[in-house]
């Protein structure tokens, strides 16, 4: 399965609990790599994301309001994905897979700089935490959380399936997917960006604790974000077919606080951030190839 990626960015209005608007949609990337992994500043003014072709992913900062793109990362650097701002705005954390060697988390400055090594193999999917002095990021099965700048690593909890996609609230809750069948791949055959098999969403005390099960598998989920208000996390699930935008409602305890609502309808999105009244997506259109011997 391969699949073809742009970036576009949208107005939201009523993020809390009231209906969610959808303004006007910009086209933020137009070039003629594939482009995935969106991740929107703090505040709302920048984007970064994966950019590549043939499963060589480098790292890529733009204005979002215009300008041209800003290459953050080299490509001959190993592979590069799922960028994350820092809340002050000045670093931003990736994830680099070398042929071989497995993947390890740097983070670079924000607008290019000397690269820092965070965490060695094996480390994924790295996620700030609301202050930006400590990261969270797998390692296999387990999902650990260490300081930025050196130290031990400590396991938030480990044991778990197949685990992706972190994102960490002020609420002292980290918000992860579990769960996989199948990869959808970038055109040229390499670079895993999707998930094709039956997922499920969970939260996890960041203080470490039992995991809670916010969605049953089933329907492809991925890509979780925490509203700014921390009352919704937001989502990608194919519980209507599509790859479509939902939000779920969290109550104090980290469990579901109601059913989930869709926000789009009809799209094939890869991920999403949100900030500042903002909502970036990465569409992603799959092809499948069929042969015969």
């Known amino acids: 399965m391969l699949v073809l990626g742009a970036a576009a960015v949208v107005a939201v209005q009523g993020r809390g609990s009231n209906a969610v608007v959808l303004g006007p949609t910009t086209r933020i ?16 003014s920048m984007l970064a994301y994966a950019s590549g072709v043939g499963g060589r992913f480098s790292i890529v900062v733009r204005q979002v309001d215009g300008g041209r793109p800003i290459p953050l990362t080299d490509v001959d650097g190993g592979d590069q994905r799922r960028p994350k701002w ?12 070398q042929v071989g060697e497995g993947s390890s988390i740097y ?30 990021y797998l390692a296999g099965s387990s999902l650990m959380v260490r300081a930025v700048d050196g130290g031990q690593a400590r396991t938030v909890v480990d044991g778990l399936g197949d685990p992706h996609a972190l994102a960490w609230l002020s609420r002292r809750l980290i918000a992860f997917v579990d769960g996989e069948s199948g990869e959808a ?34 329907p492809q989920e991925m890509s979780p974000v925490w509203g700014g208000d921390g009352r919704f996390l937001w989502f990608v699930s194919s519980r209507l077919g599509s790859m479509d935008v939902w939000r779920m409602p969290i109550a104090r305890s980290g469990e579901a606080g109601g059913p989930a609502e869709p926000i789009t309808n009809g799209l094939q999105i890869q991920a999403i951030s949100l900030a500042a009244g903002r909502l970036a997506y990465a569409e992603a259109s799959l092809r499948s190839n069929m042969l015969v011997l």
């Not at 003629?32 to 969106?38: G, K, Q, T």
């Not at 000045?90 to 994830?95: A, D, G």
């Not at 000397?114 to 994924?124: Q, Y």
């Open 107 to 136: 983070w670079a400055p924000a607008l290019g700089g000397v690269l820092s090594l965070v965490a060695r193999p094996p480390a994924t999917n790295p996620t700030w935490s609301p202050s930006g002095d400590s990261i969270a």
């Open 185 to 218: 791949t970038s055109e040229g055959g390499a670079g895993v960006v999707g998930m094709l098999g039956p997922t499920e969403l969970s939260v996890v005390p960041s203080g470490g604790g039992e995991a809670i099960q916010l969605s049953n598998r089933g």
């Open 86 to 97: 820092s809340p002050d705005r000045t670093r931003i954390l990736y994830q680099s897979t």
């Open 29 to 44: 990337t137009r070039e003629a790599e594939f482009e995935i992994d969106p991740a929107l500043s703090p505040d709302g």
